[in-house]
């Protein structure tokens, strides 16, 4: 019964058209023709199949969209690196939600461009703002949202098509197993295309989360609106 309760009340709320009581934040960047792929993906692709009137009087529009699964923000689903694991639509959806973790490391990303969020960079957040909570969403903020949605600022490189000439931050793999073991994270996420550094050979992090069915997200936009944490 618990499942059918809490519809019921979401539907009460939204039908009650009370103001609600907690701010929306976007943090999407748009889906469309400025959406940045990984290099090798196709175009998207958006057409008007219908738009005017029709006979029968009334207005009528439907578009087709078509994407790659690896462009703008987005999610990378556990099996994306690792063979049998959840595909997006296996992922159990309260999987994806938890409270929220902004670890800012824009000093450090602007001095380094490679840089690797590191265990005691987690430390540090720690000791302002308490133990990173269970099940928590931890998003590394590096300032890089704001270079979005050009691609050799994204990318970081005059090669936007050429991975191996990428310059950006993210996540260092002994940080991820330590926030997998220590802290049981749900998502983890950052504002870069890819959760491995831009010069990953290895793509240990995307490995160590597959492995984990722990889900990433990919260029997360709007952090600086987020509190760096829920209490
Ligand atoms: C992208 O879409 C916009 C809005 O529909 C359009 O004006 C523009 O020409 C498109 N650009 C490309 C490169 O397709
Ligand atoms: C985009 O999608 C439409 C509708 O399915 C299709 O007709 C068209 O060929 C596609 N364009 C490209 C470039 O794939
Ligand atoms: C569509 O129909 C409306 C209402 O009849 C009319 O005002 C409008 O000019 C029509 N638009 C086109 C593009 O035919
Ligand atoms: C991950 O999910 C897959 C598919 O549901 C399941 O077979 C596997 O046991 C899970 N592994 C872990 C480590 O949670
Ligand atoms: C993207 O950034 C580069 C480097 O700053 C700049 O040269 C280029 O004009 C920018 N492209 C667009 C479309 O703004
Ligand atoms: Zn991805």
Avoid at 41 to 59: D, K, M, Q, S, V
Avoid at 115 to 126: A, G, M, R, T
Avoid at 195 to 204: I, L, P, R, Y
């Amino acid at each position: 019964m618990r499942p059918q309760t809490h519809v019921l009340f979401f539907l009460l709320y939204i039908c009650g058209g009370l103001s609600l009581d907690f701010k929306v934040v976007d943090l999407t960047h748009d889906h469309s023709n400025t959406t940045i792929y990984w290099p090798g993906n196709p175009e998207y692709n958006f057409t008007i199949l219908a738009r005017g009137n029709t006979t029968g009087g009334f207005w009528y529009e439907s578009n087709y969209f078509g994407t790659a699964e690896h462009g703008g923000t987005h999610l990378d689903s556990p099996a994306h690196f690792y063979k049998d694991r959840h595909r997006t639509h296996n992922i159990p959806i309260e999987n994806l939600i938890g409270p929220g973790v902004i670890i800012n490391v824009k000093n450090k990303a602007a001095a380094n461009v490679d840089y690797q969020v590191s265990i005691d960079d987690l430390k540090q957040w720690e000791s302002i703002y308490d133990q990173i909570p269970k099940n928590a969403i931890v998003i590394m903020n590096s300032g890089w949202h704001e270079r979005y949605p050009n691609a050799s600022l994204v990318f970081n490189t005059d090669s936007p098509t050429d991975s191996s000439t990428f310059h950006f931050p993210a996540w260092h793999e002994d940080t991820i197993e330590w926030l997998i073991s220590e802290r049981s994270v749900n998502v983890v996420g950052v504002d870069t295309p890819s959760t491995d550094f831009g010069q990953t050979k290895t793509f240990a992090v995307h490995i160590s989360l597959g492995k984990a069915n722990i889900s990433g997200a990919e260029n997360v936009a709007n952090l600086d609106a987020l509190p760096e944490s829920e209490v």
